[in-house]
């Protein structure tokens, strides 16, 4: 039978969705214990937009239905996102402007306004200037 700690205490450990096995298996353990069973351990799941789909289907079904509960976390605005690019901007030590205002709504569009797909299309449109820059920079 699964038993809390003896200092009584629930720890709680976080898991990225490259790591919906591992917190299967750990949540097993609970059920080892009975119906009624507590577990010493609480766990937080964390992952981009397309995980709820993943734990939905194929053997991560029976971890869906262990999930207590959910927030989906939306999309930033396109204030938010515009301001979240001059933000990294300037840590990266830039103080010009980047992005214009347009490049800024495209991105946004496109993204969603997920950080991670805001963050993927930034990097590719600095790249690809840098790219045409290098090119034209040849060609001239």
């Known amino acids: 039978m699964a038993q809390r700690s003896p200092d009584r205490k629930t720890y709680l450990f976080a898991f990225i969705d490259a790591q919906l096995e591992a917190l299967r298996m750990l949540t097993n353990h609970r059920q080892m214990g009975g119906m009624y069973s507590t577990s010493p351990f609480a766990a937080l799941l964390v992952g981009q937009p397309t995980l709820r789909r993943m734990i939905k289907h194929g053997m991560l079904a029976a971890l869906d239905q262990r999930i207590a509960l959910r927030y989906a976390m939306p999309g930033m ?64």
């Open 77 to 140: 605005s396109a204030t938010e996102t515009c301001s979240y690019l001059k933000h990294h901007v300037a840590l990266a030590g830039r103080v010009d402007t980047l992005f214009s205002d347009d490049a800024a709504a495209s991105i946004h569009t496109s993204s969603r306004g997920y950080p991670r797909a805001v963050n993927n299309l930034a990097l590719t449109a600095l790249t690809a200037l840098t790219a045409l820059t290098a090119l034209t920079a040849l060609t001239a």
